[in-house]
């Protein structure tokens, strides 16, 4: 019975959140400043307030992420000149944001998942702190919060839409799973190196399954709600 007290908890928490993304604005600009300025979502669901400022501290915050990201790239590939500011800029960021989902899970359809996820992210993150040579899979890997700020930046205006759509595509279901590959078999080289392959590696390829496995399990989610 206590499972089922918590399915029950966790479909109304999903519809709540639900009814917040139906209720977001045709018309993206007019639609969003009336919103901010009325406040109209919050008197209908106290969890529309909730997600909105939860929007709005990653529309912020992950821009200096993707920054610092991308001017660690050249046209020759990564070249890590910054890659200690995008390391920190980015620990913080998963770090705070866990908290803020751990204090206030509704602001988020699915807090365990994200939880689980952000969770998985801060260890990822440890291997190319420790280990320079790899950090450019970070870069790579940490493309995907370009799509993140488009799923969060459509919500509110709907001119992001296509830029959402194709960076899903590209990034979280062709990039993510041809990483994968790239991941394992530099895991297998070091292994070679080190004479074990019980080495800092390890974890990588099983972290990156998960990823590509949520990424897939939010894809179908994404054609389920469409539908």
Not at 168 to 176: A, E, S, T
Request: charged share 15%.
């Amino acid at each position: 019975w206590r499972a089922e007290i918590g399915t029950a908890a966790a479909l109304q928490h999903r519809q709540q959140y639900e009814e917040c993304t139906n209720m977001s604005p045709v018309y993206p600009w007019r639609g969003f400043r009336e919103h901010v300025s009325t406040g109209h979502l919050s008197k209908h669901n106290p969890m529309c307030k909730l997600r909105d400022r939860h929007d709005a501290f990653n529309l912020v915050v992950l821009l200096p992420v993707i920054t610092l990201n991308l001017v660690n790239w050249d046209r020759s590939g990564w070249h890590g000149r910054y890659f200690l500011s995008f390391w920190w800029v980015t620990f913080a960021y998963f770090a705070v944001d866990a908290t803020l989902i751990a204090l206030f899970p509704r602001c988020v359809r699915s807090p365990r998942v994200i939880l689980q996820h952000h969770s998985v992210t801060l260890a990822y993150i440890l291997v190319p702190l420790i280990k320079r040579q790899y950090a450019w899979l970070m870069g790579t890997c940490l493309l995907v919060e370009v799509n993140t700020w488009f799923l969060i930046a459509r919500r509110h205006f709907k001119i992001f839409n296509f830029a959402f759509y194709f960076t899903w595509v590209l990034i979280r279901l062709l990039i993510y799973p041809l990483l994968f590959f790239v991941i394992f078999f530099t895991y297998q080289d070091h292994s070679h190196k080190v004479g074990t392959r019980f080495n800092l590696l390890f974890f990588a390829p099983l972290f990156q399954s998960v990823f590509i496995f949520l990424n897939f399990k939010w894809t179908r989610d994404l054609l389920r709600r469409k539908h």
